[in-house]
């Protein structure tokens, strides 16, 4: 099976970064995670990111540069995360998928449970 790609959006404002609960009923829910999804077969890495941004939280963003990509894999998934730096554009954020949102400095990310497949990103930034 070919892993699914999958984007993920780096939205920074200042010094603090975005991040997302996972909704409970779904695989590593209530881990913590950057917002994003999956990539479809008809869409660039681009429309992906800003379409299911848009989805999860109503609101447009600004990609800048592409910062890695890493594969992870489980029993259930096998993916490839691309991470893309962003911007917040306009829009008032309202969460359709998830449990809970917040901005955290870099400083912080070890307070939070992270899902598995983000931890390398986490020394990156």
Same mark, same amino acid.
């Given at each position: ?8 959006? $780096?939205? %920074?404002? @200042? ?9 409970? !009923?779904?695989?590593?829910? &209530? ?29 447009? $963003?600004? %990609?800048? @540069? ?9 029993? !259930?998934?096998?993916?490839? &995360? ?44």
């Amino acid at each position: 099976m070919n892993p699914t790609n999958v984007v993920a959006a $780096i939205i %920074k404002k @200042d010094n603090l970064y975005l991040i997302v609960q996972r909704n409970r !009923k779904k695989h590593l829910g &209530l881990k913590w995670e950057f917002p994003g999804g999956k990539v479809n077969s008809n869409e660039t890495f681009e429309e992906a990111l800003i379409r299911e941004i848009k989805e999860e939280l109503n609101i447009l $963003i600004r %990609k800048h @540069d592409k910062i890695t990509y890493e594969k992870y894999q489980d029993d !259930k998934i096998d993916v490839i &995360l691309h991470y893309y730096l962003c911007t917040k554009h306009s829009g008032n954020m309202k969460l359709n998928e998830h449990e809970n949102f917040a901005w955290v400095e870099k400083k912080d990310f070890h307070k939070y449970d992270f899902a598995e497949g983000d931890s390398n990103i986490l020394s990156l930034l």
